[in-house]
């Protein structure tokens, strides 16, 4: 039995991959082990979303580096995004690089590890497929409160300034039966969140099925508590969704809806293919029909071109939406991607990270803001772990996807329970447990 230990950076896309990844090499007699102590083979499911992202591993195979060579570690292998993005280039740039394996080659991932051990070959595969969605792969989950499930994969956008297009290649959907099959699988294993996950969700499809009939058959599986998914994108949004979302309590009152930029001159060259306008008419639809809901983002500052007006376009369009939170990236140059061959990286690297500091304050303010008007509101949260900052308290989280620390020594994980918000910061509300009356017995009298 070869023992494997699996490292994993990026987006959930990759979280979820990494659980195929572990159900395949299990099938395959390899033991999962829980550190590189223990393990022959070391595997990185990468990123490569900017450029900080490769730095993380190149860094990693340095550390790596002297257990291979004693011979500790036998096989080194790189996987996801960075190794499709990189492809034979990481070898020989890190000679100990065994096996380079992009997202479409998993289920050939035993045959690649094997190929190392007993011929010495090094192992690369760099194949995407059209159709791949390993629908038929249980993936491996640990215990817990939510499962993913990538219900698409790829992307077929082409937002000028992202890699995802050729690191995972081309859109395809998932068979809606089999995404509800296993949803009441998970649900049976005692899970009680989903989350559907795509590059581009809206634009799910499956013989004759759209998104929003997705939704509609995961909203009515029994006991799923909550399902949440990511992203959406502004250019198609579909409205019916959004009266799915209002009218059913397990859908849950949350929406991440990625801005990147304010400006439509910018929001053209990133080819987003919506205007300022399209995207606060959109923000005041949902507003309108789920009132209850908060909405998050992620946004680019410094993209080629951006000038000072335009990133103030960007501040504007925070200020009045008032995000609940965002994700504010500084653009990093991706190599072949649109931008990379049309536009020049033209925004000083010292005035991007000003631009990111100016929007994080921004940001912060408003979350600040936006979590205070939650004092004083009861909320049904789920507690999903202990609180990171005092383990005797735990982290839930309320239906819009907000943290909320409070103590509750009788409860567990997996549990809903009520709480008061009795104080809120940036990033996290504080609450009180409200304790449910307790149901007395009914009893029915009887007439004789
Ligand atoms: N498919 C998702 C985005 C996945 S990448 C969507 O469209 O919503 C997550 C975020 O990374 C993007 O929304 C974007 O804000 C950021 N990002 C992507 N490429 C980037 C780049 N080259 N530089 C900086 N940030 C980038
Ligand atoms: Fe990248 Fe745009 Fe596709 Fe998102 S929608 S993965 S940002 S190309
Ligand atoms: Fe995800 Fe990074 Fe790939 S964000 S899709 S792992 S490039």
Same mark, same amino acid.
């Given at each position: 039995?070869?023992k494997?230990?699996l490292e994993? %950076?990026?987006?959930?896309m990759?979280e979820?991959?990494? !659980?195929?990844?572990?159900?395949?090499?299990?099938?395959?007699?390899?033991?999962?082990?829980?550190?590189?102590?223990?393990?022959?083979?070391?595997?990185l499911?990468?990123?490569?979303?900017r450029?900080n992202?490769?730095q993380?591993?190149f860094h990693?195979?340095?550390?790596?580096?002297?257990?291979?060579?004693?011979g500790?570690?036998?096989?080194?292998g790189?996987l996801?995004?960075?190794?499709?993005?990189l492809?034979?280039?990481?070898?020989?740039?890190?000679?100990?690089?065994?096996i380079v394996?992009?997202?479409?080659s998993?289920?050939?991932l035993p %045959?690649?590890?094997?190929?190392?051990m007993?011929?010495g070959?090094?192992?690369f595969d760099?194949?995407?497929s059209?159709?791949?969605?390993y629908?038929?792969i249980?993936?491996?989950?640990?215990?817990?409160?939510?499962?993913w499930?990538?219900?698409?994969?790829?992307?077929?956008?082409?937002?000028?300034?992202?890699?995802?297009p050729?690191?995972r290649?081309?859109?395809?959907?998932?068979?809606?039966d089999?995404?509800?099959a296993?949803?009441?699988?998970?649900?049976?294993?005692?899970f009680?969140?989903?989350?559907?996950?795509?590059?581009n969700?809206? @634009?799910?499809?499956?013989?004759?099925q759209d998104?929003?009939?997705?939704?509609e058959?995961?909203a009515?599986i029994p006991?799923?508590r909550r399902v949440?998914?990511?992203?959406?994108? /502004?250019?198609?949004?579909?409205?019916?969704?959004?009266h799915?979302i209002?009218?059913?309590?397990?859908?849950?009152?949350h929406?991440h809806l990625?801005?990147?930029?304010?400006?439509?001159r910018?929001?053209?060259?990133?080819?987003?293919?919506?205007?300022?306008?399209?995207?606060l008419?959109?923000?005041?639809?949902?507003r309108?029909?789920? /009132? *209850?809901?908060?909405i998050t983002?992620?946004?680019?500052?410094?993209?080629?071109?951006?000038? !000072?007006?335009?990133?103030q376009?960007?501040?504007?369009?925070?200020?009045?939406?008032?995000?609940? @939170?965002?994700?504010?990236?500084?653009?990093?140059?991706?190599?072949?991607?649109?931008?990379w061959?049309?536009? !020049?990286?033209?925004?000083?690297?010292?005035?991007?990270?000003?631009?990111?500091?100016?929007?994080? $304050?921004?940001q912060?303010?408003?979350?600040?803001?936006?979590?205070?008007?939650?004092?004083?509101?009861?909320?049904?949260v789920?507690? $999903?772990?202990?609180?990171?900052?005092?383990?005797? $308290?735990?982290?839930a989280?309320?239906?819009q996807n907000?943290g909320?620390?409070? @103590?509750?020594?009788?409860h567990?994980?997996?549990?809903f329970?009520?709480v008061?918000?009795v *104080?809120?910061?940036?990033?996290?509300?504080?609450?009180?447990l409200?304790?449910e009356?307790?149901r007395? /017995?009914?009893?029915?009298?009887?007439?004789?």
């Amino acid at each position: 039995m070869k023992k494997v230990y699996l490292e994993t %950076y990026g987006c959930q896309m990759n979280e979820y991959d990494s !659980e195929l990844i572990k159900a395949i090499l299990e099938k395959n007699n390899y033991t999962m082990v829980g550190g590189q102590d223990d393990a022959d083979v070391v595997l990185l499911n990468t990123c490569a979303i900017r450029e900080n992202a490769h730095q993380k591993i190149f860094h990693r195979l340095d550390q790596l580096k002297a257990r291979k060579k004693r011979g500790q570690i036998k096989v080194v292998g790189i996987l996801g995004c960075m190794a499709q993005n990189l492809r034979q280039e990481l070898a020989e740039r890190s000679p100990i690089v065994d096996i380079v394996a992009g997202p479409d080659s998993y289920k050939r991932l035993p %045959y690649l590890i094997r190929s190392v051990m007993e011929k010495g070959e090094k192992g690369f595969d760099f194949s995407l497929s059209e159709y791949e969605t390993y629908s038929d792969i249980a993936p491996r989950r640990l215990p817990g409160v939510n499962a993913w499930i990538a219900i698409m994969r790829g992307c077929d956008n082409f937002c000028t300034f992202c890699v995802v297009p050729y690191t995972r290649g081309r859109e395809r959907s998932r068979p809606v039966d089999s995404i509800i099959a296993e949803a009441h699988q998970i649900v049976a294993e005692g899970f009680k969140q989903i989350t559907l996950l795509g590059q581009n969700v809206n @634009s799910y499809r499956y013989e004759g099925q759209d998104f929003a009939d997705l939704m509609e058959k995961m909203a009515k599986i029994p006991g799923l508590r909550r399902v949440r998914f990511t992203s959406p994108h /502004p250019k198609d949004f579909p409205v019916r969704l959004l009266h799915l979302i209002a009218e059913h309590d397990n859908l849950c009152n949350h929406i991440h809806l990625p801005l990147q930029a304010g400006s439509d001159r910018v929001l053209e060259r990133m080819n987003r293919t919506y205007t300022q306008k399209e995207f606060l008419d959109l923000v005041e639809t949902i507003r309108t029909i789920i /009132p *209850d809901v908060s909405i998050t983002t992620d946004i680019i500052a410094g993209f080629c071109g951006e000038t !000072e007006a335009d990133f103030q376009e960007t501040m504007a369009v925070m200020r009045e939406v008032e995000f609940d @939170s965002a994700f504010i990236f500084k653009y990093s140059e991706r190599k072949n991607t649109i931008a990379w061959r049309k536009f !020049e990286d033209d925004v000083p690297d010292e005035v991007k990270t000003e631009r990111v500091m100016r929007l994080n $304050e921004l940001q912060r303010e408003i979350s600040k803001k936006r979590n205070r008007a939650e004092i004083g509101r009861i909320r049904e949260v789920l507690i $999903e772990a202990p609180s990171k900052k005092n383990p005797q $308290e735990w982290l839930a989280r309320t239906d819009q996807n907000k943290g909320v620390v409070f @103590s509750a020594p009788q409860h567990r994980p997996g549990d809903f329970v009520k709480v008061k918000i009795v *104080d809120a910061g940036t990033h996290t509300l504080f609450g009180e447990l409200i304790e449910e009356p307790r149901r007395l /017995p009914i009893v029915t009298e009887v007439n004789v």
